[in-house]
C-alpha cells in the first residue's frame, strides 16, 4: 500500500502540534517544531488565516490521520466501519486505530516511532501469539500477546527504543525481559493518549 514518504517534520509544523512522528527526537532541542514552530513554505512565519467550521474539521482530521500514518482512503474505511459498530463513533474510530499493530508495537515501546513500527512489522520481527505477522494494519484482539521475535531480540533499535519508552498505559501489560507485550483490554477514550477531537472528524464526515 502506498504511504507517505516526505519530510515528517513538515507536517507537526502544518498541524500546528507536535505528532511525535520521529520518536525521540521529537524530545530533544533538534525538534524542528520546537525550532520553527510555524507553517512550511514560503509564507508559513505569517499569521494564520481564522479558520471557519470546515477548515477546523479538515484539519483535525488530517492530524488524526497523519498521527496514525494512514493515507484518506484506509482512514476512510476505518471512519466507514466504526460508524457501523454500535456505540460512539468517534471513539470506536481510536479504539480501531490503538489496536493496530503498528501502533502497538510502537506504545509498547519496542519501536522509536510509529513509521519504525510499520517498518519493523512488514521486516517479520514480530509475533502476535507466536506466529509470524507482517502486516501493520492486522487488528491485534484483547488477549492477544505481541512479542518480538528470537532471531530478533538482539536488534539494537528494540533495546534503545525500550530504554526511552514514556508511556504507562492501562490497557497494556509490557513484559521487558521477555520482549513481549499484552494488549489487556479495548482501550477507553480517556486512557488514549491522542489528543485529537474526534467528534470533529465524525462530523466532517456526516457532511
Known amino acids: 500500500m502506498a504511504r507517505y514518504t516526505g519530510p515528517v517534520c513538515k507536517i507537526c509544523r502544518r498541524e500546528g502540534e507536535k505528532l511525535f512522528l520521529k520518536g525521540s527526537r521529537c524530545y530533544t532541542e533538534k525538534c524542528a517544531f520546537e525550532r ?3 507553517s512550511p513554505g514560503e ?26 500514518g494512514l493515507l484518506e ?15 460512539i463513533t468517534g471513539e470506536n474510530l481510536l479504539q480501531f486505530l490503538e489496536c493496530r499493530l503498528d501502533n502497538l508495537v510502537f506504545r509498547l515501546g519496542f519501536a522509536p516511532s510509529r513509521r519504525a513500527a510499520r517498518q519493523m512489522v512488514r521486516h517479520r520481527h514480530f509475533l502476535v501469539n507466536g506466529k509470524i505477522v507482517d502486516v501493520p494494519s492486522y487488528e491485534v484482539r484483547p488477549g492477544q500477546i505481541v512479542s518480538v521475535r528470537e532471531k530478533s531480540r538482539d536488534l539494537e ?9 514514556r508511556e504507562d498505559l492501562p490497557y497494556l501489560r509490557l513484559d521487558k525481559a521477555r520482549l513481549e507485550g499484552e494488549l489487556v483490554e479495548i482501550p477507553r477514550r480517556a486512557d488514549i493518549p491522542v489528543t485529537a477531537q474526534e467528534q470533529l472528524i ?6
Open 202 to 207: 465524525v462530523e466532517l464526515y456526516s457532511k
Open 43 to 68: 509564507h508559513g512565519q505569517e499569521t494564520r488565516r481564522r479558520e471557519g467550521g470546515y477548515s477546523l474539521r479538515l484539519r483535525e482530521k488530517q492530524k488524526l490521520k497523519r498521527t496514525f
Open 73 to 87: 482512503e484506509q482512514f476512510h474505511s476505518y471512519f466507514e466501519k466504526a460508524n457501523n459498530k454500535k456505540g
Open 157 to 165: 533499535v528494540v533495546h534503545l527504543a525500550l530504554k526511552s519508552a
Open 36 to 38: 520553527r514552530p510555524y
